[in-house]
């Protein structure tokens, strides 16, 4: 199978070509920001903040995982900034027993307010269960994470924002590594309109199959109507300052974070993620964390054999088939 001989995309990643070179469309036509863009952005991230401090009961809403990129968020909100952070946890009864653990005491340990919101597990089952053996999002949609991941996700994002809006937190934070978003989006305020566009893409398929038990889980039609005054900025701090995923785990390490010993390679946090990872793979013939994987190699932030051990290393099938007994899935192994 080919390979980018810059980054980690194969032949099966959707709309790749390669040229003489063996280098893909996607490494040609991506713009890897330099030390002066980033630096830039850092300088309107610390204005932002300044604007933003002390004037609510909490500077920032952290959508916090347990796993290490958010870890590293929260700390360096909290140690090399001083906001006052609120941890927003969202339990979608996957998360690992060392994860949780790394999220009270990495809490504690660096003084911010921690909220674990756990919905009904019979409705993740139903949302997992649906996105596992359903056609319900768009291709296109599938091309950076699995289909129980963007289930997941969605669900996140809608309940950051509910949960910014009632607080009135200015600020909402994701721990997204330089391979997940593009630094244009590292700052981005938030607005109606893309919400609704978020809800067509996700929410709508999944109360059309599921029903309007799901409904509480994203953002309401009064909630569209709140004074867009009251919506946060969306910032990803990990887009614009240096990232070394080995440094990141060595400093989170040394505050008293545990790496989970029952979590697949991509993850330090959900046991969820190997089987939504075999299924897209077994669908796709491509990793989800593919796109990921490709930015941080194209960045610096981590060498191409490592991103391509990560993309290609099999799942361990015991997680696997965890995972799917929980959700009720046949996978005829």
């Known amino acids: 199978m080919s390979t980018c001989t ?27 920001p330099d030390a002066q863009e980033k630096q830039a952005y850092i300088e309107k991230f610390e204005d932002l903040l300044q604007s933003k401090r002390s004037k609510h009961s909490f500077d920032v809403l ?24 609120l941890a927003f946890v969202f339990d979608n009864g996957f998360i690992s027993d060392q994860a949780l653990k790394n999220i ?14 756990k919905p009904p597990f019979d409705v993740m089952k139903k949302a997992f269960g649906l996105a596992a053996g359903t056609d319900i999002y768009s291709p296109k949609t599938l091309d950076r994470a699995s289909s129980i991941c963007t289930t997941c996700i969605g669900m996140v994002k809608a309940m950051i924002l509910k949960t910014a809006i009632s607080y009135d937190i200015p600020l909402v934070a994701f721990g997204w590594s330089p391979g997940q978003a593009p630094i244009s989006s590292a700052i981005m305020q938030t607005n109606p309109r893309l919400q ?32 867009p005054s009251r919506w946060p900025v969306n910032i990803h701090p990990l ?18 974070w545990v790496k989970p010993l029952d979590t697949d390679p991509n993850s330090t946090n959900c046991l969820l993620n190997a089987l939504a990872n075999y299924l897209h793979r077994e669908r796709f013939k491509f990793h989800p964390y593919a ?15 490592s991103g391509v051990s990560k993309v290609t290393e099999p799942e361990d099938m015991n997680m696997v088939s965890y995972a799917a007994k929980l959700l009720g899935i046949d996978l005829g192994l």
């Open 104 to 117: 009270r005491h990495m809490a504690d340990s660096l003084g911010a307010a921690c909220t674990i919101f």
């Open 6 to 32: 810059r980054c980690v995309l194969s032949e099966t990643f959707p709309g790749i070509s390669f040229d003489e070179s063996g280098v893909c469309n996607y490494c040609r036509n991506t713009p890897v």
């Open 291 to 305: 796109w990921e994987i490709a930015g941080i190699v194209r960045s610096g932030c981590m060498d191409r054999s």
């Open 62 to 85: 952290l959508a916090y995982s347990g796993g290490k990129d958010s870890t590293y968020t929260l700390y360096t909100l909290r140690k090399h900034y001083d906001m006052k952070v």
């Open 239 to 256: 887009a614009f300052m240096d990232y070394d995923e080995e440094a990141i785990m060595e400093k989170i390490a040394s505050l008293g």
């Open 196 to 227: 609704r566009f978020s809800h067509r893409t996700i929410r709508d398929p999944l109360v059309e199959r599921i029903g309007d038990e799901l409904k509480p889980y994203f953002l309401s039609d009064d909630d569209l109507t709140t004074d």
